[in-house]
C-alpha cells in the first residue's frame, strides 16, 4: 500500500470517530444561523492568521489577549462551546495520533 493511500485509509478512519462525527454535527447546527457562521469563521480567520504572521512578541501578546477575550465571548454561546471543545477534542485525537506515529518511527530509528 502506498504512503498516499495509508493517508487516505487513516482520514476515513478519522472521519468516522465520534469526535470527528460530533465536530461535524455542531458545525452544520451553527451553519443554519448566519450570523453564529460569521462569527466564527471571523475568529477561526483571526486565529489562523495570528499564527501565520511573524509578529513581534509585544503584538502578539496584544493580539493573543484580543483573540482571549473574543473566545470568552463567544464561548458564552452554548453551540460554539460546544463546538470549539469538539474541535479541542478532535485535534487532541490528531495530537495522540501523531504521537504514536513519532514513537513507532522512533522504535524503527532504534
Keep these: 500500500m502506498s504512503l498516499n493511500s495509508s493517508i487516505n485509509v487513516l482520514i476515513e478512519e478519522i472521519s468516522a470517530t465520534k469526535e470527528f462525527q460530533n465536530l461535524r454535527s455542531l458545525k452544520a447546527a451553527i451553519g443554519q444561523d448566519q450570523k453564529l457562521t460569521s462569527l466564527v469563521e ?32 463567544l464561548s458564552t454561546i452554548p453551540i460554539v462551546k460546544q463546538y470549539f471543545d469538539a474541535g479541542d477534542s478532535l485535534n487532541q485525537l490528531i495530537g495522540n495520533i501523531i504521537k504514536n506515529i513519532n514513537t513507532g518511527l522512533e522504535k524503527r530509528l532504534s
Design 42 to 73: 471571523q475568529f477561526q480567520r483571526k486565529q489562523a492568521n495570528a499564527y501565520a504572521e511573524n509578529l513581534p512578541p509585544q503584538k502578539m501578546q496584544a493580539l493573543m489577549e484580543e483573540l482571549e477575550k473574543e473566545y470568552a465571548q
